[in-house]
């Protein structure tokens, strides 16, 4: 069952600013999707139309095959979400914000006291939410999303400012949440996070999706090749003349080469008839982070062989 | 999702706000000093203080004033703050609709005029019974256009707290709300004397302003054809004397009651509009 779909969504500011320009995806039941984009690359005003606290230029959006004002505002009931830095009512405690989610979700408030135990906050449950650490306040978040028992769970930058320490706790409870089968969309900017917890991803960059699919196929487009030599510039020019080469990065003393086939002994071959004598050669998993860089960097196509 | 339970919502969020309880301890820890006084005037006289029924008039008078402070600063700070701190978005996200979420501000807005209302009214029996003695103790509690004086500061009330409602919504913070809301009323002044010096229907345009509305609600001129005619005879008086001075004619009572529901329509459109079109 498709979740969430969009098709042709786009968000203009004024006559100037295209902050989304006119995107499609969908995410399946059961996915953690990851949205990934550089700072201002539309993310969260994407995530605020699919909860309809932005409204858009032009589009469509369906949220569980529902379509229309109406039927999404039920169907974002099944929705569990936080959007940028935690929101609360400062001057009430972690519990009684929680009461008013509760009351709006209307839910018994029966559920409060296991989100609070989930999130570890039962212990801080009376104090002012103002009084919070912002990991604190995060988890809250997450226990307000999670309340209701959504369907499907937005988190936008949950890890955002959040030691390593936080960071753990909240991919931890992201893991939870898929574990017990729900549909998870995130937004971040880490890299890192996103890899070890998300099945798929999107690419957003200037308000368009510059690719989406799992992470598997995403990570496995090319291979990487780390290689030495003792003149580095020739290395880098022999490098960007192979055919297979996509991209050519130096990195320190070691030179990467992104190809397109995992032939790296004919890649050697090649160096040497160009006079390049590598003195160290291996491959490398391709991260996320390197995709994301190739796909979002405007400067790393011009690095590319064909460049 | 029922008023009721949009109610317990907005209660939640409410019943811990400071500013609200400052608000309404000002506005009843004055009124109430202003009645002990003249409870203690008869205590230590004998004579009725605040004798009712002829009190209500004054005393309706002072709970429109005081009410046109307390309630504006009390609902532009419950409305306009939900955007600085966000929660207006966050409980969309939960899942209030913006009608929804409009609804309960509405509900707030209207159990506090009622508050205000409701207390006045108590505040003012209770003592005006203390006090109740001699002649004064055969005539009604309260008289006819004493009841209609009432009901003008209910719609005072309501007006009110449409403006806050409508201010504290355009506004991104409590403070712009307020800032706005008060440049609002205090500038209908300068403006109404400049449309009277106008003459003709600049003139006629000018008693309809929103605080000349306001003041003919809680003014027993306005439900009291006796009293208008006096007055309009003094004033006419003055005139013929040369002693006059520019302002806005005094409105009758249907014409504040229509001009105070307009414009509380308006302003509570307005707001409803703003909440359904704006990006939060």
């Given at each position: 069952m498709t979740i969430i779909e969009t098709t042709q969504l786009t968000k203009r500011y004024g006559r100037r600013t295209?902050?989304?320009?006119?995107?499609s995806?969908?995410?399946?039941?059961?996915?953690?999707?990851?949205?990934?984009?550089?700072?201002?690359?539309?993310?969260?005003?994407?995530?605020?139309?699919?909860?309809?606290?932005?409204?858009?230029?032009s589009g469509d959006i369906r949220l569980f095959d529902q379509h229309g004002r109406a039927e999404l505002h039920?169907?974002?009931?099944?929705?569990?979400?936080?959007?940028?830095?935690?929101?609360?009512?400062?001057?009430?405690s972690g519990l009684e914000n929680l009461r008013v989610v509760a009351h709006i979700k209307e839910i018994p408030e029966s559920r409060i006291g296991p989100a609070l135990d989930a999130v570890s906050l039962a212990g801080r449950q009376r104090d002012q939410f103002r009084k919070y650490s912002l990991g604190m306040k995060q988890r809250l978040a997450i226990a307000g999303a999670m309340i209701g028992d959504p369907e499907l769970v937005i988190l936008d930058e949950p890890a955002n400012g959040l030691d390593p320490e936080g960071m753990r706790e909240i991919r931890d409870i992201i893991r939870g949440m898929a574990d017990n089968g729900r549909t998870i969309f995130v937004s971040s900017h880490l890299l890192n996070e996103v890899e070890r917890t998300c099945t798929h991803v999107a690419i957003i960059?200037?308000?368009?999706?510059?690719h989406q699919g799992s992470i598997a196929e995403l990570t496995a487009r090319h291979a990487l090749a780390l290689v030495r030599a003792p003149d580095t510039a020739a290395l880098i020019a022999a490098a960007r003349s192979y055919p297979a080469a996509v991209n050519v990065h130096q990195e320190?003393?070691?030179?990467?080469?992104?190809?397109?086939?995992?032939?790296?002994?004919?890649?050697?071959?090649?160096?040497?008839?160009?006079?390049?004598?590598?003195?160290?050669?291996?491959?490398?998993?391709?991260?996320?982070?390197?995709?994301?860089?190739?796909l979002t960097t405007d400067a790393v196509t011009t690095t590319g062989a064909s460049a | 999702m029922s008023i009721a339970k949009l109610a317990s919502i907005e209660l939640i969020k409410t019943r811990k706000r400071f500013g609200v309880w400052m608000a309404l301890l000002f506005f009843f820890g004055f009124f109430a000093i202003s009645l002990t006084g003249g409870y203690l005037e008869h205590l230590r006289t004998g004579l009725a203080g605040t004798p009712l029924p002829q009190s209500w008039p004054g005393l309706i008078d002072l709970a429109g004033n005081l009410g046109l402070l307390v309630l504006l600063v009390m609902v532009v700070l419950l409305t306009a703050s939900e955007k600085t701190w966000r929660t207006q978005r966050q409980n969309v996200i939960d899942g209030l609709?913006?009608?929804?979420?409009?609804?309960?501000?509405?509900?707030?807005?209207?159990?506090?005029?009622?508050?205000l209302w409701i207390g006045v009214l108590l505040l003012t029996g209770t003592f005006g019974a203390?006090?109740?003695?001699?002649?004064?103790?055969?005539?009604?509690?309260?008289?006819?256009v004493d009841m209609k004086l009432m009901g003008g500061l209910l719609l005072s009330l309501t007006l009110v707290g449409a403006m806050g409602l409508f201010f504290g919504t355009v506004s991104s913070s409590s403070g712009a709300g307020l800032a706005l809301a008060f440049l609002f009323l205090f500038s209908q002044g300068p403006i109404g004397m400049l449309l009277v010096r106008e003459g003709g229907v600049w003139a006629s345009t000018a008693a309809f302003l929103p605080m000349?509305?306001?003041?003919?609600?809680?003014?027993?001129?306005?439900?009291d054809p006796e009293a208008y005619a006096r007055f309009a005879e003094t004033m006419r008086q003055m005139e013929e004397r040369g002693q006059s001075f520019p302002m806005p004619r005094p409105l009758v009572a249907s014409e504040a009651i229509v001009a105070a529901v307009i414009y509380a329509t308006a302003l509570l459109g307005g707001a409803w509009l703003v909440i359904r079109r704006r990006d939060l």
């Open positions: 295209l902050a989304v320009d006119g995107i995806f969908r995410v399946e039941r059961g996915q953690v999707f990851g949205f990934l984009g550089p700072n201002g690359s539309g993310k969260t005003t994407t995530i605020g139309m699919l909860l309809d606290i932005i409204n858009p230029t039920l169907a974002r009931r099944r929705i569990g979400a936080t959007l940028e830095t935690p929101n609360f009512y400062p001057y009430l960059k200037n308000g368009r999706i510059v320190g003393d070691d030179v990467l080469v992104e190809l397109q086939d995992d032939d790296l002994a004919a890649l050697n071959q090649f160096l040497g008839s160009r006079g390049v004598y590598l003195t160290f050669l291996a491959p490398r998993n391709v991260s996320l982070e390197d995709v994301f860089m190739e | 609709s913006r009608t929804q979420f409009f609804a309960a501000k509405l509900v707030t807005m209207m159990a506090l005029v009622f508050i203390l006090e109740r003695m001699g002649e004064t103790a055969e005539l009604p509690i309260a008289r006819d000349q509305v306001l003041q003919a609600l809680t003014n027993t001129m306005t439900f």
